[in-house]
């Protein structure tokens, strides 16, 4: 525990508050559109994940961020 936080949790927010710099800095948007930002979250937690979106709902930045800020190999699996 570091001042009262699980070190884990704090791990987990410090990717979170890094995916809203990824998305300004990497992909020039300023926030996020309905949903990525809680998808990415989940992600970003180690959570599975299913996404279903429209065309141009904004599905690649829901797994493109995570992937930039975690380590290892992403695998995304679209039709």
């Known amino acids: 525990?570091?001042?009262g936080v699980n070190v884990a949790q704090a791990e987990v927010l410090n990717l979170?508050?890094?995916a809203k710099q990824v998305l300004q800095?990497?992909?020039g948007y300023q926030q996020f559109r309905p949903g990525q930002e809680?998808?990415?979250d989940t992600?970003?937690?180690g959570r599975d994940c299913l996404v279903v979106m429209p065309t141009g709902g904004g599905k690649s930045l829901c797994y493109q961020i995570p992937a930039?800020?975690?380590d290892g190999?992403?695998?995304s699996f679209r039709p």
């Open 73 to 75: 190999l992403t695998s």
């Open 1 to 3: 525990m570091v001042n």
């Open 25 to 27: 800095e990497t992909f």
């Open 43 to 45: 992600a970003l937690s």
């Open 38 to 40: 809680a998808i990415i």
């Open 16 to 18: 979170e508050s890094g």
């Open 68 to 70: 930039l800020l975690l």
